[in-house]
Nanobody, 127 residues
Framework: QVQLIESGGGLVQAGGSLRLSCAASGGTFSSYHMAWFRQAPGKEREFVAHIDWSRGTHYGDSVKGRFTVSRDNAKNTMFLQMNNLKPEDTAIYYC?????????????????????WGQGTQVTVSS
């Protein structure tokens, strides 16, 4: 059973930066396809970014050019560097993992493709 724990959320002013971490345990992290999603109040869970076992990446249109996803397999950890944050980035951010999602790396995978989820970390961007 894979367990995921997010950290690094907080309150930041518009234009600022945050770095989220997702620590994994209980599985073979290096072989897992990892992803970040977010959910704002009253909205559906939204794809943010994903990274596969070979470090191939894909981003949602709303964060492209501002966010960077990476992973450190030696530390079983995935990161999300968020720059130039905007108030509309305010949400709970979740990390997710799956050994073999059927969606392709170049697509915005839906949440149902991922079997394992963290508890989420709040990101609030003030204007």
């Amino acid at each position: 059973q894979v367990q995921l724990i997010e950290s690094g959320g907080g309150l930041v002013q518009a234009g600022g930066s945050l770095r989220l971490s997702c620590a994994a345990s209980g599985g073979t992290f290096s072989s897992y396809h990892m992803a970040w999603f977010r959910q704002a109040p009253g909205k559906e869970r939204e794809f943010v970014a994903h990274i596969d076992w070979s470090r191939g990446t894909h981003y949602g249109d709303s964060v492209k050019g501002r966010f960077t996803v990476s992973r450190d397999n030696a530390k079983n950890t995935m990161f999300l560097q968020m720059n130039n944050l905007k108030p509309e980035d305010t949400a709970i951010y979740y990390c997710a993992a799956d050994p073999a999602p059927s969606c392709g790396l170049g697509s915005d995978c839906p949440p149902l493709e991922y079997d394992y989820w963290g508890q989420g970390t709040q990101v609030t961007v003030s204007s």
